[in-house]
């Protein structure tokens, strides 16, 4: 059965540091593109980071400098290192996986969204000032 995991998040005060990863198990075939979205007010999900499969990356620009996100030494695996976390950062954070380049993936999505191949539970991030 494909799965995908995602790990990581927890609770940290305003300047600290957290680390999510995210894991497609089970899949037998190529590498997926994968990225990371948060949850917004009214069940919107934001686009905040995004990596291809050739390497190529893609920040919000309110992450910035701050976010970091890499491959795992697994396939389709990607790790968001979040550093400087503000107090507008918190949210549940949804990794996602998909054939399509993120390029074209929508900055703005239902967080319940089925348009992606796996789609996270979502794992909570929250900071405390």
């Known amino acids: 059965e494909v799965q995908i995991v995602e790990s990581g998040g927890g609770s940290v005060q305003a300047g600290g540091s957290l680390g999510l990863s995210c894991t497609v198990t089970?899949?037998?075939?190529?590498?997926?593109?994968m990225g990371w979205y948060r949850q917004a007010p009214e069940n919107e999900c934001e686009l905040v980071s995004t990596i291809s499969s050739d390497g190529d990356k893609y920040y919000a620009d309110s992450v910035k400098g701050r976010f970091t996100i890499s491959k795992g030494n697994s396939k389709n695996m990607v790790h968001l290192q979040l550093n400087s976390l503000k107090s507008e950062d918190p949210a549940v954070f949804f990794c996602a996986a998909d054939f399509s380049i993120p390029s074209t993936w929508g900055y703005h999505v239902s967080c319940s969204d089925r348009a992606f191949d796996y789609w996270g539970q979502g794992t909570l991030v929250t900071v405390s000032s």
């Open positions: 089970g899949f037998e075939g190529g590498d997926f593109e």
